[in-house]
C-alpha cells in the first residue's frame, strides 16, 4: 500500500508499507452475495480519541467489500466468483 499526504502548506509526503489482510482468497464463498453487495463500500474510520497537532496520526480505515479474489467457486451456478478488488482509496482528513 502507498499512502501521499498533501499538507495544507502543499509538500507532499509519502509511504509505502507491505499490508497483510484478513480472509481474501482464503475465505469461503459468500453464503448471500446481494447482502455482501448491499454492504458493499461502507467504511468506518477510528481516530484516536485526543488528536494532538502536529503529532503523528495513526487511524484504522475498515472497508465493506466481498473478498472476492477468483478462486472462489459458486456451488449453486456452478462458476467461480468473478475477482474484485480495492484499486484505490482517496482518503481526505479536515478537507
Do not use: W
Request: charged letters at 20%; hydrophobic letters at 45%; a positive charge.
Amino acid at each position: 500500500m502507498r499512502a501521499v499526504a498533501q499538507t495544507d502548506d502543499g509538500r507532499l509526503f509519502t509511504v509505502a508499507n507491505f499490508v497483510k489482510a484478513a480472509g481474501g482468497c482464503s475465505a469461503p464463498s459468500l453464503k448471500d452475495p446481494a447482502a455482501a453487495a448491499a454492504q458493499l463500500g461502507r467504511m468506518k474510520l477510528v481516530l484516536p480519541e485526543q488528536i494532538k497537532p502536529g503529532e503523528r496520526l495513526t487511524a484504522q480505515l475498515m472497508i465493506k467489500h466481498p473478498n472476492s479474489s477468483g478462486l472462489q467457486f459458486d456451488q449453486v451456478a456452478r462458476h467461480f466468483i468473478p475477482a474484485d478488488y480495492i484499486q484505490r482509496i482517496d482518503l481526505a482528513y479536515q478537507g
